[in-house]
Nanobody, 124 residues
Framework: QVQLVESGGGLVQAGGSLRLSCVAS????????MGWFRKAQGKEREFVAA????????YSADSVKGRFTISRDNAKNTLYLQMNSLKSEDTAVYYC?????????????????WGQGTQVTVSS
């Protein structure tokens, strides 16, 4: 079992920055990928960014490339999402997720554990 707890969401003006954190506990970091997804009101959940735990490779959606950065701190069992140059269309609930076996980094169905989500609201 893995427990994931996100934090760091809030209200920010367009162009601003936020850093989301996801603290993992339990059987941690035995994942293939850990990732961030988001769900805006009235829209489907979408992939944002992922971290390959063994490879150290990172992946991000085209919509956030160059603005968002995913990283990890093994010592703190924490996954981060640094979000810069925020836009109103980034407004959503952001979820941290982890896999327990090899899957696609950008498919929500391949992730087993999910956090409760943290709201990010960007005002224009």
């Amino acid at each position: 079992q893995v427990q994931l707890v996100e934090s760091g969401g809030g209200l920010v003006q367009a162009g601003g920055s936020l850093r989301l954190s996801c603290v993992a506990s339990g059987r941690t970091f035995s994942s293939y990928y850990m990732g961030w997804f988001r769900k805006a009101q009235g829209k489907e959940r979408e992939f944002v960014a992922a971290f390959g735990w063994s490879s150290g490779r990172t992946y991000s959606a085209d919509s956030v490339k160059g603005r968002f950065t995913i990283s990890r701190d093994n010592a703190k069992n924490t996954l981060y999402l640094q979000m810069n140059s925020l836009k109103s269309e980034d407004t959503a609930v952001y979820y941290c997720a982890s896999q327990t076996r090899s899957g696609s980094y950008d498919l929500a169905r391949d992730y087993v554990y999910w956090g409760q989500g943290t709201q990010v609201t960007v005002s224009s």
